[in-house]
């Protein structure tokens, strides 16, 4: 059982991982280490948070809505397969057990920490890809390497923006600010049909998330105030710090 306290560390870290993932991305590796370390079991914690942080991601939705206009025909593409591979990453969390998963933690937040560290790279490989007009677009097959990432956003979810972004990059040929709308929509289905398959396996901490999910949204409208104030590299190199110094802890602790 959690306890006042506890309660109060988990909504200072969904705070945070609010304006983080408003700011630069990578919420996740402050949340989910937190319910951990508070005696949450693994999967539990996973899917909490999964479930705790979907109000935020709705919100990147509406954000970008201008920029989604006249992409309607991409986004009955690829929200299908977002859907898909996010009840996959589910269905393989769940079968996943206890152990195992715990197992795969450091190397899950390794993972995460590194995407989010090349993220800043693969936003510049995108941009000289869009303007040097050298792209080619294989619009017909995005569903194909949107599924994949979205069984791995299904399953962890933290770096999860970056994977997607380069795969539309990859795919499809047209501005990086609609492809970052296209991005938040993905990102979006994802978590809302992984959630929604969570909250009939038994595992959702619900006292924990409804405390999260109110820490994040108050995070993310701090993220946005605080837009142009903070450096989101300075920030993204932050967070990636503290990923691999909390996968090294789960190395020792395993």
Known sequence: MLTPFDFLLISLAALAAGAVNALAGGGTLITFPALTFLGVPAVSANVTNTVALCPGYFGGTLAQWNDLKGQRRRLWLIIPAGILGGLLGGWLLLQTGEKLFRDLIPYLIL???????????????????????????????????????????????????????????????????RLNALKQAVAFSVNIAAAVYFLFSGKVLWTAALVMAVGALIGGWLGGRLAGRIKPSTLRWTVVTIGVIVSVVYFVRG
Do not use: C, H
């Open 111 to 177: 993972l995460a920490s590194a995407l989010l560290a090349v993220q800043d790279p693969v936003r510049a490989w995108l941009n000289r890809r869009m303007t040097s007009g050298q792209g080619r677009p294989l619009e017909k097959i995005t569903w194909l390497p949107i599924t994949l990432a979205s069984v791995y956003g299904g399953y962890f979810g933290a770096g999860l923006s970056v994977i997607v972004l380069s795969a539309l990059g990859l795919t499809l040929e047209d501005t990086l600010t």
